[in-house]
């Protein structure tokens, strides 16, 4: 079970990796620590990201267009591999041995409301 956990964290963790790279590329952006409150040692804030100083106006236009919503539209094949790899870990995890990427919602829906009723029935 717990080697299970490990693999989806890893896995999520890649996918959100991925998407951070793409959205904020390294050489077109810099992170900028927050301003540390009075009081406190450290930031609770995370760092702000900002276009690179003598970046090209091209480069800042296609930034600016640097969504999620605009990512998941594309849905470049990186993007799609990296999810169909979550997936199909989670599915294994619920022990759905015949799942496959082209599983259609409704049956994978139809699973996870079957789980939940019966975990549902057996509580206390």
């Known amino acids: 079970m717990r080697q299970r956990a490990c693999a989806i964290a890893e896995a999520a963790h890649r996918l959100d990796g991925l998407r951070r790279n793409w959205l904020n590329p390294p050489e077109w952006t810099r992170r900028v620590p927050e301003v540390v409150p009075l009081g406190m040692d450290a930031s609770p804030y995370p760092d702000r990201i900002e276009p690179r100083p003598g970046l090209s106006e091209p480069?800042?236009?296609?930034?600016?267009?640097?969504?999620?919503?605009?990512?998941?539209?594309?849905?470049?094949?990186?993007?799609?591999?990296?999810?169909?790899?979550?997936?199909?870990?989670?599915?294994?995890a619920y022990g759905w041995a015949d799942y496959t990427p082209a599983m259609a919602d409704d049956e994978i829906l139809r699973r996870?409301?079957?789980l939940n009723l019966q975990r549902t029935e057996s509580a206390p």
């Open 59 to 92: 480069d800042a236009k296609t930034l600016q267009k640097r969504t999620l919503t605009n990512l998941y539209n594309q849905r470049p094949a990186w993007l799609a591999q990296a999810h169909e790899a979550l997936d199909a870990l989670v599915a294994a």
């Open 112 to 114: 996870l409301l079957a």
